[in-house]
Structure formats: structure tokens, C-alpha cells
């Protein structure tokens, strides 16, 4: 029995569908491969910004001690200067005026530093937080598209396992189209030689009658 034609159409549909599924199933996995490029120049980024605030908060350290040792430096010298005071009470007390001033100026530069100093390690640990967080980021999105890999991989066994069932059925097609062709042919020979049957029995029918028609009025005129 030679199957209906109106099953090739949807297989057709459906082997199209799984392509445009195939294609679409490639364009989601590049833009998963795009964002985690995208991902990976922002933890670029980060790190260089989380290294940038190491060196300004080794930079602020550096400063810090630097004034810590004037400090340091001014009370020696405080204390030469109080050495001196008797000897020039007067410029004693200017020296010690002088010092007090340089003391609070300090003690302000310092307050400033250890504040930029807090200020540089909470950035630190934000910058810390935010690496940490694209990292694991990064890893959910390898996990995504190693498991897109995966659907990809037995969406095109699929495809391939399609078209051979594709292949089989235009063959399968193919033979019964050729044996409907010799059926046909056959048919139409067989009409061929009915035709001339017919034609030559119509003919020896009229030849018959004919001659009945001759021997009717050749018995009656001779009678």
C-alpha cells in the first residue's frame, strides 16, 4: 500500500524546527560565552582597582609612619629645646609654642591618614566581597554552559539520528514511487493492448454484420 503523501511535509516541519532549535540552542550558548568574557575583563577590572587600593593603602601606611617619626623627631626635639629653656626661658617657651602647633598639625595629618587608612581597607574588603562574587559567578556560568554543552551535544545526536530516519524515508519514498511508475506503466499497456482488442473486435463485429446485411439481401433478391 503506497503510503500518504502528506506525511513528508511534517517531517519536513519537524526536521526544520529542530534545526532553527539547533541554531537558536548555538546563539543562546555564545551569548553565555560573551557574558562570561564580559565577566572575566570585570574581574580584571577589580583586581587591578583591589591592587590600585593596596598600593594607596601602603602609600597612606607609609606616610602614617613617616609622621609617626616626625613626631618622634619633634619630641627630641622638644626636649633639646627644653634643655635650652634655661638658658633662654623666653625662647623656650616660643619653641615649646612652636612644638604644640606642629604637635596638633600632626596629630590632625595623622587623624586624616588613619582615616583614609580605615577608608582604604574597607574598600579592600568590598573589593575583596566583589571578586569573591564574580568568581562564584563565574563558576555558576561555566556549570550553565557546560550543561548547555551537554543539551547541544544531544540535540545534534538527535538531528543526525533524524536525518538518517530522513534519508531512509525519501528511499523508502524513492521505491515506491518507482514501483507505482512500472504499476502505471503496466496499466497503461495493458490499456493499450485492451483498446486494440476493442478496436478489433468493433471491427470484426461490423465485418460480421456486414456480411449478414450482404447475405440477407443477397437470399432475398435471389428468392
Do not use: C, Y
Amino acid at each position: 500500500m503506497i503510503p500518504s503523501g502528506g506525511a513528508h511535509p511534517d517531517l519536513a516541519e519537524a526536521l526544520q524546527a529542530r534545526l532553527r532549535a539547533n541554531r537558536d540552542a548555538e546563539t543562546a550558548a555564545e551569548d553565555k560565552r560573551l557574558r562570561v568574557e564580559g565577566l572575566e575583563a570585570q574581574v580584571v577590572t577589580l583586581q587591578a582597582a583591589v591592587a590600585e587600593a593596596e598600593a594607596l593603602s601602603k602609600q597612606r601606611q607609609d606616610e602614617a609612619e613617616a609622621a609617626v617619626k616626625r613626631v618622634r623627631a619633634l619630641k627630641a626635639h622638644i626636649v633639646t629645646r627644653e634643655a635650652a629653656v634655661a638658658e633662654a626661658e623666653a625662647l623656650s617657651r616660643q619653641l615649646q609654642q612652636e612644638a604644640a602647633s606642629a604637635v596638633k598639625r600632626l596629630e590632625v595629618r595623622i587623624a586624616t591618614l588613619m582615616t583614609a587608612v580605615a577608608n582604604g581597607e574597607a574598600l579592600d574588603k568590598q573589593r575583596q566581597q566583589e571578586a569573591e562574587t564574580a568568581a562564584k559567578r563565574i563558576r555558576e556560568l561555566e556549570a550553565q554552559t557546560a550543561t548547555l554543552k551537554t543539551a547541544v551535544a544531544k540535540a545534534e545526536a538527535l538531528a543526525k539520528q533524524r536525518e538518517h530516519e530522513a534519508e531512509a524515508a525519501a528511499k523508502q519514498n524513492d521505491e515506491l514511487v518507482a514501483d507505482l511508475f512500472k504499476v502505471t506503466s503496466e496499466l497503461v499497456e495493458m490499456s493499450k493492448r485492451l483498446a486494440e482488442q476493442t478496436a478489433a473486435t468493433n471491427k470484426a463485429r461490423g465485418e460480421l454484420d456486414d456480411h449478414r446485411s450482404r447475405s440477407w439481401w443477397w437470399e432475398h433478391g435471389v428468392g
